[in-house]
């Protein structure tokens, strides 16, 4: 079951009000401080939530486990694809390859270790059929880090299988726009008993850094992503507009689209790719919404995307095919000024 919910400024409580969806259910709770929209595959349910006050002094970070500021680094677009990732991989070489193992020790538990040796030998068969720049990128990280082809491959496209994340975009009553996410990668993937937390994710962590991306000495965008990924999960383009892109779960999801670009089938888009491609190519908020919305997919997604003027702010719900529904900021509606699109799973 999935969970999106729209967090909206105090007010007074206004009726229940119930509605449906050809494809999902609706149960749409309006409260004193938050609306809540709870869909769900099979049926509805009521959520009582205890709130928490809010807290001040959490930012910036403190304390034993904080080990500094994430690091910037410069991806120069003028220089050749196989290039433009060689500092970042040399500096994050033992995480990407302690991060690979993992994922390779896991995956031992399937098929007597021959998901393995399919990796190896058959991902980099798809290498040559992803879309330039992307594929010669992937190519370097592998010749740079020395990590086989196949396994690079199966880092970047891993989000058309599984991740699970939350994102935000709001705006306060002075126009200010804000947009946040959380991202969880490696969910589900081992449990690190030591940390109380999943394998993968802690091994994910020190792989985390902000890339300004560069064309002739000039900003393009700029985005927190993971050393030896290519695509997009989060970024901003300075002065137009911020994209974060979470995971969708659908039972034609993302399998069905690399099973298909395998079979030749290649009209669709890749996540990560079709993101970085918007922020690095698209003028305005309208215009990134536009191929958001129109782009044919690989996996199912929801697009958050947040402007940079009043009331731009949106939630797009994707189909592998089509658009669903786009959720707006309504400024006219004084409990919906947040939106909030968030996954639980709930036993």
């Known amino acids: 079951m999935i969970l999106l919910s729209r967090v909206v400024l105090p007010g007074k409580p206004v009726p229940w009000k119930l509605t449906r969806d050809p494809s999902l259910s609706r149960l749409m709770l309006f409260r004193e401080r938050f609306h809540f929209v709870l869909v769900s595959r099979f049926s509805h349910y009521c959520l009582y939530l205890q709130l928490e006050d809010c807290r001040s002094g959490m930012y910036p970070p403190k304390g034993p486990t904080f080990k500094g500021n994430v690091t910037w680094y410069t991806v120069d677009l003028d220089l050749p694809p196989s290039e433009r990732w060689t500092q970042v991989i040399k500096d994050k070489n033992t995480e990407l390859i302690t991060m690979v193992q993992t994922i390779k020790d896991l995956a031992k538990g399937f098929f007597d270790g021959k ?27 592998a010749a740079v880090s020395g990590i086989p082809l196949g396994e690079i491959t199966l880092f970047n496209i891993f989000y058309e299988v599984f ?42 962590k020190p792989l985390v850094v902000n890339v300004n991306f560069q064309r002739g000495n000039k900003t393009v965008f700029k985005s927190t992503n993971f050393a030896g990924y290519v695509g997009i999960l989060t970024g901003i383009r300075p ?20 099973l298909e670009w395998i079979l030749g089938w290649r009209d669709g888009m890749w996540m990560g790719f079709l993101t970085r491609k918007v922020l690095e190519n698209a003028t305005s908020y309208e ?16 697009f958050i995307l947040g402007g940079n003027r009043t009331g731009q702010g949106c939630v797009i719900t994707r ?19 947040f939106c909030l699109q968030n996954q639980f799973l709930i036993k």
Request: hydrophobic share 40%; charged share 25%; net charge negative.
């Open 163 to 204: 991740t699970v994340c939350t994102s935000i975009v709001a705006e306060d009553f002075n126009g200010n726009i804000y947009h946040a996410r959380n991202l969880d990668f490696g969910l589900f993937m081992g449990w690190d008993r030591q940390n109380k937390t999943w394998t993968l994710t802690e091994k994910l």
């Open 319 to 337: 189909t592998r095919i089509n658009t669903l529904d786009i959720w707006e900021i309504f400024l006219w509606h004084p409990y919906m000024m």
């Open 115 to 141: 998901l393995v040796d399919l990796v190896d030998e058959e991902l980099p068969l798809i290498v040559d059929t992803l879309p330039q720049p992307f594929s010669d990128e992937i190519k370097g990280i």
């Open 287 to 302: 215009d990134a919404k536009d191929q958001l919305s129109l782009t044919k997919l690989l996996a199912p997604a929801y």
């Open 239 to 258: 002065g137009e507009f911020s994209l974060t892109m979470n995971e969708r779960f659908n039972f034609d999801g993302g399998y069905v689209g690399i």
